[in-house]
């Protein structure tokens, strides 16, 4: 997603500097036009001081890693500097990260992001914004760089909150499709016949005809893996708990994710939960048996 992201903005003619745990990543940037950093310090210090920090990374864990210690962005940032989170995170941790941007005399905006890997490269991510008003528009024209959508929703952590309540629908729709798929399979219908139908009709969301394609062909290539959508369930039934809502549907899908996870299918696409729900009972039937 990152590698996706930085690519864009290389292309609209930004100047880069890259830094990825990763250095094989870094060096295809690189190879692009940008500039390597040995640590997050450097890239946001780099020809003095970055106007715009950005980070991409996987949870609160590798967010905190990027930008705290001698070695964080944060020991580097110029003051006024503008710093982005587009990772997915909690929302405590981004109002922490708020508090310590700002002390250092940065501007924060948290920006999460729905889409995945091809929309990171074509530059059709969705951008869910939280700060203040000057702030969201000063990343404007960085994040329109890098999305066809950015959308403002209020103070910092909001964009935070409102990804967390999107990837628990997603989570949960992905584990209602995958029983449905395994139940079809085994009914006696056609199968192709009955998703054509599904899909077309009432349930069928642009994720569940996505999914739904992915399930039929078996084709797990990760787009969002497992691993992520294990971690974001966990994140949204704590955020949704804090505000005294109990996500039932999302502790099933969590527990679903959970059995994907002990199975070996964490780096997998989270479409393979359907294998356990498949293996569950007698063996799985061919298409339009």
């Known amino acids: 997603m990152g590698g996706g992201m930085a690519r864009r903005l290389l292309g609209a003619g930004f100047a880069v500097t890259a830094y990825n745990r990763d250095g094989a990543k870094a060096e295809a940037l690189v190879a692009l036009g940008a500039r390597p950093a040995a640590t997050p310090r450097e890239a946001a210090a780099a020809n003095g001081g970055a106007e715009v920090v950005i980070a991409m990374v996987a949870d609160d864990a590798a967010s905190r890693a990027v930008w ?9 940032l110029r003051p006024g500097a503008l710093v982005l989170d587009c990772s997915t995170l909690t929302v405590e941790w981004v109002r922490e990260l708020h508090c310590a941007v ?9 920006a999460p992001v729905t889409g995945s890997k091809v929309q990171a490269a074509n530059g059709e991510l969705n951008f869910l914004v939280g700060g203040t008003f000057e702030a969201a528009e000063r990343a404007r024209p960085v994040l329109a760089a890098m999305g066809r ?6 103070p910092v952590g909001s964009g935070a909150t409102l990804k967390l309540i999107n990837n628990f629908l997603c989570g949960t729709q992905l584990v209602a499709l995958a029983e449905a798929l395994a139940w079809l399979e085994r009914s006696g219908l056609d199968r192709d016949q009955a998703l054509a139908f599904l899909t077309n009709g009432a349930p069928g969301s642009p994720l569940v005809k996505t999914l739904a394609a992915r399930m039929t062909a078996e084709d797990y290539t990760p787009n969002f893996m497992v691993q992520w959508m294990a971690k974001d369930l966990a994140y949204a039934q704590a955020a949704a708990a804090a505000r005294g809502v109990t996500l039932g549907m999302g502790a099933a899908a969590g527990a679903a994710f959970a059995t994907a996870l002990a199975a070996g299918r964490g780096r997998l696409d989270f ?17 339009g048996a």
């Open 102 to 110: 700002a002390g250092v005399g940065g501007e924060f905006v948290d």
């Open 68 to 76: 705290w210690g001698a070695d964080g962005a944060l020991a580097g």
């Open 271 to 287: 479409s393979s939960v359907v294998e356990d729900y498949r293996q569950a009972g007698p063996g799985k039937p061919s298409a």
């Open 149 to 154: 959508s950015i959308t403002h929703l209020g």
